[in-house]
């Protein structure tokens, strides 16, 4: 059974620092999603990464996948407050898309 | 013109009641979704449909009876409500089964008392 596992769980960052968000996940997939979710509101796509070595960056958001190691990471640069949300990865096997548990990112100040 | 939505938003209702929710999409996917959302936050597929068959079924409990009409449409009927059943019920849609980015709709918040 797929599972897909995101650390940190909850994350509280100054603006204006670097971090990064883990997720791996235990059996051989070649497509893994990224989702951003406000509190109170929907999920919203940031990054489709669907090759192994894949790359992807969206302002402050860079998001890359090794599919060998089963490992996705999305970096954040330089945070601003804006950021502050929860960042799912989501995993895709045998037609079944995994969510992790989530990343709660307070940036604060 | 929302590209995914659902009705109602916010459902309060008494335990051993039966509700629905509605889901439409105008994206012209093939594939719509059923995702149940915990208090955690945890996000767990219950159902999928492609071109109205069904194609997961996520070991679901059978109070909870999905129907797609048309490849456009998802609507989720729960009978008996249990207390555990409250959650945010997202509806989602992909182009096809297997290219999973997903669409999601707003949300339907079902409160069971």
């Known amino acids: 059974e797929l599972k897909v596992e995101q650390n940190p769980l909850f994350l509280s960052m100054q603006e204006g620092k670097n971090y990064t968000i883990y997720c791996n996940y235990s059996?051989?997939?070649?497509?893994l999603y990224w989702y951003r979710q406000d509190p109170g509101k929907s999920l919203e796509s940031l990054f489709v990464?669907?090759?192994?070595?894949a790359v992807k960056q969206e302002g402050r958001l860079m998001a890359s996948l090794d599919t060998k190691a089963r490992l996705s990471t999305l970096h954040i640069t330089a945070a601003v407050h804006d950021l502050s949300a929860t960042y799912f990865c989501?995993?895709?096997?045998?037609?079944?898309?995994?969510f992790g548990k989530g990343t709660r990112l307070h940036i604060l100040p | 013109d929302t590209a995914v939505s659902q009705t109602p938003k916010y459902l309060v209702t008494q335990m051993g009641n039966d509700k629905s929710i509605k889901c439409e999409q105008n994206?012209?996917?093939?594939?719509m979704y059923w995702y149940k959302q915990d208090s955690k936050k945890f996000l767990k597929i219950m159902f999928s449909?492609?071109?109205?068959?069904?194609?997961i079924n996520e070991t679901v409990p059978n109070r909870f009876s999905p129907k797609s009409p048309d490849k456009a449409h998802l609507n989720l009927h729960i009978n008996s409500l249990e207390l555990g059943d409250s959650a945010v019920y997202f509806c989602?849609?992909?182009?096809?089964?297997?290219?999973?980015?997903?669409?999601f709709g707003e949300g339907s918040r079902l409160t069971v008392l």
């Open positions: 989602a849609s992909s182009l096809t089964y297997d290219t999973g980015e997903l669409f």
């Open positions: 059996t051989t997939s070649d497509r």
């Open positions: 990464l669907l090759s192994n070595g």
């Open positions: 989501a995993v895709d096997k045998d037609d079944k898309i995994i």
């Open positions: 994206l012209g996917h093939d594939t």
């Open positions: 449909y492609n071109n109205k068959e069904l194609i």
